[in-house]
Every structure is written in structure tokens, then in C-alpha cells.
């Protein structure tokens, strides 16, 4: 296994990434900000996003960039006035 697959597969000398995030909570991920443009959940979706995009290019699969850059991001509600 190389370098890279390592990494993803979270069996290098770096932390897994589900470590870095095991003990967040649903509630937490999902929480939105003030003046913060995205949720941990919206962050990390993005991340994976990139990642799958990347992967397939390498696999030589031509995946087209999101006409928009918010289409690599989650789709999301409308916020409310409360949740701000």
C-alpha cells in the first residue's frame, strides 16, 4: 500500500480521520455560527467531495468541476433567524 492509500485508509503515522472526529456529536456537527459560512458536517462533506473528485481523476475517470463552487458543498435549509 502507498503512501497515499495509507493516509486515506487512516493506517499511516498520521491520526485517522475518524479519530480527529469521533466524539463530536450530531448536534455539534450541524451547529451553525455566526459569521461562520458552514457547519463542521458542510466542511467535511466538502472535504469527501474533493477527495472522491480527485480519486477519480487519478482512476482517469474525467469528473467535470461543479458548474458553481457552493455545488461542492451540501445542499442546506434556508437558515432561520433563531439558528443564527
Request: glycine share 4%.
Amino acid at each position: 500500500m502507498n503512501g497515499l492509500a495509507q493516509a486515506l485508509t487512516g493506517d499511516s503515522a498520521a491520526t485517522p480521520a475518524a479519530h480527529i472526529i469521533e466524539s463530536l456529536n450530531e448536534e455539534l456537527v450541524h451547529r451553525i455560527l455566526p459569521n461562520v459560512p458552514h457547519t463542521i458536517y458542510e466542511e467535511l462533506w466538502h472535504l469527501a467531495f474533493w477527495q472522491q473528485v480527485s480519486l477519480d481523476w487519478i482512476r482517469g475517470i474525467e469528473t467535470p468541476f461543479p458548474p458553481q463552487p457552493l455545488m461542492a458543498f451540501p445542499l442546506k435549509p434556508p437558515r432561520k433567524a433563531g439558528n443564527i
